[in-house]
């Protein structure tokens, strides 16, 4: 089949790419789109044909007297893209840049931790910061239960609070890395399109996660947040979050990458009830800190930072884990922590040597 | 027959030789401190081998064996010796040495006797006499079988025992000079390792890939199986190639240069990294981070701050596995460090065929002219250079060298 070549090759892509994202990440993000279009565009109807085209090639060779195709010709032609290929990386790479579609969006997936996420907008898209203090966490809890165990007898499991769980990924990357039957870990989340991908990405994990997950839409700033969840666990031990912490003042800042694509409920923090698409940012709470201060309160009434009832008390692991949006935030979410029950806390840097974490625990 | 059997007929056709002949009888089992002496010739071969047809020793590794030979009679002189007089460290380490030696040292003797006898059945054989020669025919065969089986002995005891020689490796290959025709050479070379991988069954993962069509700046691949180490190790150094580059329009011969280098795999070798001594960036990093930005820049750069070495690794879309891998290079790199200043101490003392691997000598040239590969450091040419670029002669070179090292390595024993 006779191709043009200048039609069929990555360049005039890779340089689109390369005016939005600059040369060196062009190349990246390039070569994971063509290793997907190679993992999961492998059309084997396309294969079928092309093997006997080849075949044919072949006896066409031999009665001309031509030399057998060398190695390097035959590699060419298996690295070859199907028209359905083509058509997905053009698609692909015009939606990257004159879309401004993210990268994980256009994959439909990205790895945290042990797990594999799967996306869809306008669920929020996983951060490296946040996989990064994950599995910090993990680390963490694994040698804390280790200690526990060697001093005698098997602790019951952990159970585990992921607000706000977006893709599901916080939860399934700790079932995936924590010791087999160590904790029960349950997603809450607003969003119905975030709980549904959840499951799905709970379902596609199912193989590596080692401890139990379950997923629940609920409004965590509703009246009765409290006693629903109690009802969904009547003993919590952690509380972790990637919660909304982005100013309103700086949504109207941030690229297009995340403004047109991620919700905006993932971001901004907002009040109970309040709609997104008719919200007035200017009205919005200026510090970003509102669902976390919330967070915290509502930790103390399910009786995170209460002694009594989890009985694991003092710093060998922290009772309420949330990440935020550097250090600006840090003092006044320490503060709120502290105002609800969480009388120590300690903040993690991220590799950026952004102030990521903030972690409350109870001491006696 | 029986071993005995067959020794008294050789016996009886010596005799009937010598009376018909009336030559003296050679002796056919000399000592073996004496024999290496008795036995070189001007080629440095022993007597004899000549008649064994193709062998895989060379003069140089005649020479060699014949050294660790003599020390070996010291040792074993000196142990029969007054032991009394030994401390107990010394006694450990000669008798240590004397196994380890006479591990290679006994079937050379038994080689050497094999020699001694090939020659007799030879003169035999010239001898005329027509049922005489068809016996020492048939003899000769079963000699020259048990040869090649003692030769083959010899060979596997100078095989890698060292732990780090049996893990897998890391490959790295950088053009030197020569512009895009050191590039495509790098390239040649990378193929060439891929190929013999394959027929090694090895398994190979790239780590970092500066390429453009067939042009290889610079590479850097992991090769996991069994050996790689051991088999590899003699080839990092300044590979140099003489040949009409495929962009040179007027026929003219151009020597370019590619570097290799090849460090041990350290994943199943316990080396120290202390978590304080290490600094991790996130080095295109900047601004808020976190919700702020949705970035698939996932570039990692580890810094070990007692040494300075930086890693940097972007391959994969996690950042938690660019940091993984640039912790396995990072590993790697500090075990070959240590590795080296280890290996440092030990060659002050001795006078070493294969060179320091590090990388400021040239190793081997390739010219493609004269079909001819040869390696510098042991002065072997092999003309089958298409075989070498494919992969399939290269453990012929391989071979050498890795033979040339042991028996080195034997003889700067005691």
Not at chain 2, 157 to 183: M, Q, V, Y
């Amino acid at each position: 089949m006779p191709r043009s070549p200048s039609n069929n090759t990555l360049i005039p892509l890779l340089r689109k790419l390369s005016e939005k994202l600059g040369e060196q990440q062009a190349k990246n993000e390039l070569r994971w789109m063509v290793d997907h279009v190679h993992a999961a565009l492998d059309d084997s109807g396309q294969r079928q044909v092309s093997r006997l085209e080849k075949s044919a090639h072949r006896a066409a060779r031999i009665w001309r007297d031509q030399p057998a195709r060398s190695a390097a010709e035959v590699e060419q032609d298996n690295i070859r893209f199907s028209t359905v290929q083509w058509a997905w990386l053009r698609q692909a790479v015009s939606d990257r840049t004159e879309k401004h579609k993210p990268l994980q969006y256009i994959l439909g997936n990205q790895p945290f931790g042990k797990a594999n996420i799967s996306l869809r907008p306008p669920v929020l898209i996983p951060r490296w910061e946040t996989e990064e203090w994950m599995l910090r966490l993990v680390g963490m809890l694994n040698t804390h239960m280790e200690s526990l165990s060697a001093d005698g007898g098997k602790p019951r499991p952990l159970n585990i609070l992921d607000a706000c769980t977006g893709t599901g990924c916080i939860a399934l990357g700790m079932a995936c890395g924590l010791e087999p039957e160590s904790a029960v870990i349950s997603g809450i989340d607003i969003a119905d399109e975030a709980i549904a991908l959840a499951e799905e990405n709970l379902a596609l994990n199912s193989l590596l996660a080692k401890n139990k997950v379950q997923f629940h839409k609920l409004d965590l700033q509703s009246p009765d947040a409290s006693s629903q969840l109690l009802e969904v666990q009547p003993c919590w031990d952690i509380v972790v979050s990637n919660p909304p912490y982005v100013t309103p003042s700086e949504y109207g800042q941030l690229d297009p990458d995340v403004k047109e694509w991620e919700d905006i409920r993932a971001l901004v923090p907002m009040p109970y009830s309040t709609d997104p698409k008719t919200v007035n940012l200017k009205d919005l709470d200026p510090s970003g800190i509102a669902f976390i201060a919330h967070l915290a309160k509502l930790a103390r009434d399910i009786g995170v930072s209460d002694n009594g009832v989890s009985k694991i008390a003092g710093t060998s692991i922290p009772r309420l884990v949330v990440e935020v949006g550097g250090k600006l935030q840090t003092e006044p979410v320490c503060q709120a922590l502290h105002d609800h029950g969480f009388n120590s806390t300690e903040v993690w840097k991220d590799m950026a040597g952004n102030e990521r974490v903030v972690l409350g625990y109870v001491k006696v | 027959m029986s071993a005995a059997c067959r020794s008294g007929v050789r016996w009886l056709l010596q005799k009937s030789v010598c009376n018909i002949a009336g030559w003296r009888l050679y002796s056919a089992h000399p000592g073996a401190g004496t024999a290496a002496t008795a036995a070189a010739s001007k080629t440095g071969l022993p007597l004899g081998s000549e008649l064994a047809g193709k062998s895989s020793l060379s003069a140089r590794i005649h020479d060699k064996l014949r050294v660790l030979q003599s020390k070996h009679a010291v040792m074993a002189q000196r142990m029969s010796e007054d032991i009394s007089t030994l401390s107990r460290d010394e006694l450990a380490k000669i008798s240590k040495d004397l196994s380890d030696a006479s591990l290679v040292v006994t079937p050379y003797n038994r080689l050497l006797e094999l020699y001694g006898e090939l020659t007799e059945l030879q003169q035999m054989i010239d001898s005329g006499d027509a049922s005489l020669r068809s016996l020492a025919q048939e003899e000769k065969q079963e000699v020259l079988e048990n040869v090649a089986s003692c030769e083959r002995d010899i060979i596997s005891e100078l095989l890698p025992k060292d732990s780090a020689e049996k893990a897998g490796a890391i490959l790295e290959i950088r053009a030197g000079t020569g512009g895009d025709e050191a590039s495509l050479f790098s390239g040649d070379l990378l193929h060439m390792y891929e190929r013999y991988s394959q027929t090694k069954g090895w398994r190979i993962k790239p780590i970092s890939m500066n390429k453009e069509g067939d042009m290889v700046k610079e590479v850097m691949v992991e090769i996991l199986g069994r050996g790689v180490f051991g088999a590899l190790m003699f080839e990092s150094g300044v590979h140099r190639v003489q040949r009409v580059p495929a962009t040179e329009t007027q026929g003219r011969v151009h020597t370019s240069t590619a570097t290799v280098a090849v460090l041990p795999h350290a994943a199943d070798v316990q080396i120290e990294i202390k978590e304080s001594d290490l600094r991790f960036e996130a080095f295109r990093a900047s601004g808020k981070g976190g919700q702020h930005v949705n970035t698939t820049d996932s570039a990692v750069r580890i810094t070990h701050i007692p040494t300075g070495i930086a890693v940097e690794n972007q391959q994969e879309r996690s950042q938690h596995k660019n940091k993984e891998k640039a912790m396995s290079v990072l590993r790697a790199r500090l075990y070959a460090i240590e590795r080296e200043r280890v290996a440092n101490e030990r060659r002050e003392s001795r006078n070493k065929l294969i060179g320091t691997g590090s990388r400021s000598e040239k190793c081997r040239t390739y010219n493609f002219s004269q079909n001819r590969v040869t390696d510098h450091r042991i002065n072997f040419s092999l003309y089958d250079l298409e075989g070498v670029m494919n992969g399939s002669s290269l453990h012929h070179i391989i071979d050498q060298l890795r033979m040339q090292n042991d028996l080195n390595e034997l003889t700067d024993m005691g």
